[in-house]
Each structure stands twice: as C-alpha cells, then as structure tokens.
C-alpha cells in the first residue's frame, strides 16, 4: 500500500526492521519528511508490499526516484527496490549517521530518546535535500 | 515442525504507509518487552522475504504468530510462502472493530487512541501467544528458558525488569518500569485504592500466589511512590 503518489514525487522507503533502534530512526526519519518536511513531492509505501510482488508497489518504485533508508548492513530495503526493478537515487544506513553522534543515546527499537530524535533529524534533513536535488534534477531535463 | 518449541515467532508487517502497520510493530514490541519477554521472539519480516535462512528456519521450526496492518496480509502470506502454515493471523483492523481515525503513523504524535488500539493488539497477541504455547505444553516445559538454536533472534531482548523484595526473596518483573508509567498515565485512583490497582495490573504480567498478594501489594505501592518521586525529579 503506498501513500497518494503524483508524477515527480519521490518515494522514501525505510526497511522495516524491528529489532533495533536503527529500524525505528528510519521509519521515524521517513515519516518527518513525507508528513512534514516534503510532503508535497515526497511520499513512502510498504516495504513489505514490495516484496510480496503487489503490482502497483513495483510499479511505483519503476516509475518513481527511490531514496533507501537502511538500519542495517543487510539493506532489505536498497535491495529489495532494486529486485523489484526500482530506481535508487540514494541508499541511506542509519549507522552512518551515528558517525556524526558519537556516544549517542538513541533509544531502542521501541521508543526513541532526545539524542534519538536528533539523529532522525538529522537523516530528515539529508533525504529532503536528496529529494529536492532529484526533483530540479528531473525539472531540467524536461 | 520440529517438537522445540518454547518460543513463539511474532512477525509484523510494520507497514509503513498506514497508521496500522506502525500498530502492528508496536503491539509486537510490547509483547516482546513486556507481555510475554520469555516466549517470543520477533523476525524481520524484509529480511525473512528477502531470503535470510535464519529467519526461515526459525519459522519453520517453531509456531508463528502474524499481525498484520491491512486485508493484503503481507506478514501471513511471506510467512506462509517461505516456511510454512502460520499458527495464528491476526488483522489489526479485525482486532480493533473500528476505522483508525485517531491514529498516527509516526511514534512521535501518538495519541490516547494510538495508545489503546497498541494495548488491544498486544493483549490480543500475548492471549494467542499463551493459546499457541498451551497446545504445545510438554515440549514448552522441557524447553522453557531455553535458547532457540541457530534461527533464534537474538535482537529483541526483554526489558530490564524491576525488583520486589516480598518477604526473604527478592522477585524480577520484567518491564515493571513500563507498568508504572502505563498506571501513572491512567491514574485517576485515589491512594488508599492506588495499592490493589497496581496488582491486578502486574496480575496480567506476572503470575502472583494468592497468599503472597498482600506482601506485592505493599511493595508494589512502595516502588511505584519510589517510581513517581524519580518521574518527578526528572
């Protein structure tokens, strides 16, 4: 099941993961960009639903720019975009952004803390500013 | 399906385009921390379709209990295709009767509803989970406590519990901490009743001898002033 999803919109797809806290400050991290940050040319779906197959998932991520955001070196999320035929503008790990948080508190897989909410933030910003490069990229093409 | 079977898989399809999956991985969780920390165990559901063995051979050796978000039943129908029957799938729209108006996707806004509709799924979960377990009892009382062997995951560790002193013994509840703070959310009890509603709610996590009630009533009354006095510190 994706959000309602225009021409040009960009998807932002989190892996699901659910045993650390890494899976939450992705999931987190999307939802600051599709429900606040960019709402307006940015949008997410299932990842699950993409990996079972549905059609108008797979369509979506053929017909869309990706942005990938991973909890772990495993990258369901890069990978299974790109077994569905998707387009990944940016793959994303989480980890990565732990480098600039070093001694970090984020929280667990549950609920995030203070120091969480920073690093999502952080991340938040990185996929808006991915997005709207993409978004002038495909403009001046046109 | 092999007869090791003290723990019970959960696998959410944690959908991220509507409130439900964010529900669903919620309810999950809490039955990992707090419900039942001892028989679950939870399986990353991208990773166990993406083809990780681990996670496969967990399912197919141990009963599975699916939750998922919506009537596309991503979680029952991954599980199904790569390991095998699930033992219980639950549908949280099912579950709750009701359409999600007031709830969020994002942990960050969750409301009252968001609130109760995680409470009913997860009690919802826990009961099937004790359901599954029963009609599997002999081999979950050789097993109990046990590891799970090579498909266990070892990334959903129990909440660290909070510790009673009740007569010469001391007594572990897991997420007692967690316990407070949902009846401290919910506390409109006046004090000289704040005592025998602290015990029913632990009741539901943890098995308490009749004779023994009085002694965790003190102590639970206790801790939990303790509990307050730190809330308020912070």
């Known amino acids: 099941m994706a959000q309602t999803l225009k021409e040009g919109d960009v998807l932002v797809i989190p892996c699901s993961g659910i045993g650390k806290v890494h899976g939450l400050i992705g999931r987190e991290a999307t939802y600051m960009v599709t429900d606040e940050m960019a709402s307006e040319n940015t949008a997410t779906l299932c990842l699950a639903l993409l990996v079972k197959g549905d059609p108008e998932a797979v369509d979506a991520v053929k017909s869309h720019h990706c942005i990938t955001i991973d909890g772990c070196a495993k990258a369901c999320a890069q990978k299974n975009v790109e077994i569905s035929g998707g387009r990944v503008a940016k793959a994303i790990q989480v980890a990565e952004a732990f480098r600039n948080f070093r001694g970090a508190k984020p929280g667990t897989a549950t609920a995030l803390t203070e120091d969480g909410w920073k690093i999502t933030q952080a991340i938040a910003d990185s996929i808006t500013c991915e997005a709207a490069n993409l978004r002038a990229q495909e403009s001046a093409a046109l | ?234």
């Open chain 2, 1 to 234: 399906m092999s007869t090791n079977t003290a723990k019970v898989g959960i696998i959410s399809c944690s959908g991220e385009a509507l409130p439900e999956g964010t529900i669903s991985r919620l309810a999950a969780r809490r039955v990992l921390e707090l419900l039942r920390p001892d028989r679950t165990v939870t399986l990353c559901l991208p990773l166990f379709l993406a083809g990780n063995e681990g996670e496969r051979n967990f399912a197919r050796t141990h009963p599975t209990i699916t939750i998922d978000g919506c009537g596309k039943q991503c979680a029952k129908w991954g599980t199904e295709k790569h390991s095998g029957p699930v033992s219980v799938s639950l549908v949280v729209p099912e579950i709750l009767k009701s359409t999600n108006g007031g709830c969020h996707c994002s942990t960050r806004a969750l409301s009252e509803d968001d609130t109760e509709a995680v409470w009913a799924v997860a009690e919802r979960i826990a009961a099937e989970v004790d359901s599954v377990l029963a009609s599997t009892a002999p081999a979950v009382a050789e097993n109990a406590g046990s590891d799970t062997g090579p498909g266990h995951c070892a990334c959903s560790s129990p909440l660290p519990g909070g510790k009673l002193t009740i007569g010469s013994k001391t007594v572990e509840i897991p997420g007692l901490p967690l316990i407070f703070a949902q009846f401290a959310e919910k506390a409109t009890i006046t004090n000289s009743d704040q005592g025998a509603a602290l015990l029913d709610l632990v009741k539901i996590y943890h098995p308490i001898p009749a004779k023994e009630q009085e002694a965790y009533k003190d102590a639970l009354l206790a801790e939990y002033q303790k509990f307050v006095g730190m809330q308020a510190a912070k």
